[in-house]
């Protein structure tokens, strides 16, 4: 594990985007083969009921993009003084260049500005959060973390395991240089052994596309996969001892923590994360993935947008992040949120 | 926990339907899903503080070979 404290980072606001097109599960004839008990099973184990997904001509960039703007003319931010951009996505717009640099472009930032992509799903949003503290700590002032996917676009309709699970969302979030600001604590960890636990093997250089990786339709064939019984070995093995050390690392017991917000996995997987370190549902949300699926990095956001809007608005919280999956990694964090801008959830219409 | 009790905990959490014994090939159990490993792994967990090998589980051809995977956390 290691053990970071990110100082002088403060965050000054959230916003969210998700898609306006909904999907259910109960209107998947694809899925299980119609099986109602089946679907039923699975609906009050996972949770698993809608998800949200972007059209054909949209990516991750977009919803971004519009999360970006509605920070940046509710705070009042000049442009010329963001100068930094993270955009983390697996579904970026190209394969070169970057989609921060694409970004870059259309929101109009200076060239004072230093831009990367980085390619984390499901930690993402916590992994950013470090990031921008890096930098806020080595030079920046004020950082546009940019953390989102849409991966309705990688799922295969046929795979029961995935398909019915991926939801998309875009998120942006101000990070500023604050010597006042409260320390921020991280515990981050990989294990790339189980890489192939959650992958999409088609598309890159180690098996770039051919004739028969695509559809009778003409799409691609990302052949993506997820071994779910060895995601849940891993969750149960590793994120309770993250949550446990990040909170024993920044000093703080568990009842000093306002809520636990964490990656929305799936329910049966929350719970047990509940269950494991002895905290009350009440503290966990769990109903970001009933309502828009698995939404990668941006499930995170999305939580507090939906759920904690009006705490984080009015009042000062103390939470517990924990993000985890592709990788495979996992990051614990602990934050504060000091009466911070939070949009409500912003639809995108396309 | 005794090994029986493990097992009726199994039928229970997974819903099995129809009688089982630890001579039931998994394959003729129609509860039997992704789902229920995962239930299963949730089992383990919980009550010996213990994750079985996912490949181990996943290669279990009957509900005897489940059991066998936890047989050093049993009361006897």
Redesign the interface.
Known sequence: MVYSIIKNTKISGISTLIPKKELSLLDDKNLYNSDKA?LD??IN??GFLKRRVVGKNTTTADLCEKAANDLIDNLNIDKSTIDGLIFISYTPDYIMPATSYVLHNKLGLSKNCIVQDVPQACSGFVYGLWLAGMMLNSGCKKILLLVGDTFSKFTDMFN??TAPVFGDAGSATILEYDENAQEMFFNINSDGSKHESLICSNGGFRNPPKKDNFYPDGTFKYNSKM????I??FT??EIPSSIESVLNYAGIEKNDIDYFVLHQANK?ILQ?IA??INVDYSKIPMNTLTKYGNQCGASIPCTISDNLKKEVTGKNLKLALCGFGVGLSWISAIINLKKIYCSDLIEYEG | MKREDFLNEIISAI?ISTQVKEETVISDIK?W???A???L??LF??NFNF?PD?TS??NCKNLKEILDLGVKYYEK
Do not use: C, Q
Request: hydrophobic share 30%.
């Open positions: 089946k099973r699975v184990s996972s029961n395991n071994d779910g019984a060895e849940f070995n149960l093995e049966f047990t269950d494991t | 819903k509860e899903d992704s789902l490993i995962l239930t792994i949730a967990h919980k994750r996912t589980l996943k």
